[in-house]
């Protein structure tokens, strides 16, 4: 029942912003961890930044810090991802996640945090031209 759908990504050039955006629907709880991960050929997905619906704590990426900023949204179980002085390197396909049935969200970002995240969006493309 619980479905992920992202969007609000394109092409940029260097130094420009995109602003993400993600519905999570379906989920039995009222509150949740929900993420951002992006990939690029040839690595291992990885975690850009979580929150804890409700109030809690937002991560960040070493590499994203001081950049981009995770944020909820009015509505239940949306959120967005503003990134700011976007640079080459970010460019990637990012996903929305939910981790769903847990209290709180897992170390992050960490080796283990894409197996805790069980739904994934389908991902939306981030172009960042230099």
């Known amino acids: 029942q619980v479905h992920v759908m992202e969007s609000g990504g394109g092409s940029v050039q260097a130094g420009g912003s995109l602003k993400l955006s993600c519905v999570v629907s379906g989920s039995p709880y009222s509150r949740n961890c929900l993420g951002w991960f992006r990939q690029v050929p040839g690595k291992e997905r990885e975690g850009v930044a979580a929150i804890y619906t409700g109030g809690g704590d937002s991560y960040y990426a070493d590499s994203v810090k001081g950049r981009f900023t995770i944020f909820e949204g009015n509505a239940k179980d949306t959120m967005y991802l503003q990134m700011l002085s976007l640079k080459p390197e970010d460019t990637a396909i990012y996903y929305c996640?939910?981790?769903?049935?847990?209290?709180?969200?897992?170390?992050?970002?960490?080796?283990?945090?894409?197996?805790?995240?069980?739904?994934w969006g389908q991902g939306t493309q981030v172009t960042v031209s230099s």
């Open positions: 996640a939910a981790d769903i049935g847990r209290i709180g969200c897992p170390p992050f970002p960490s080796p283990d945090e894409v197996a805790s995240f069980n739904y």
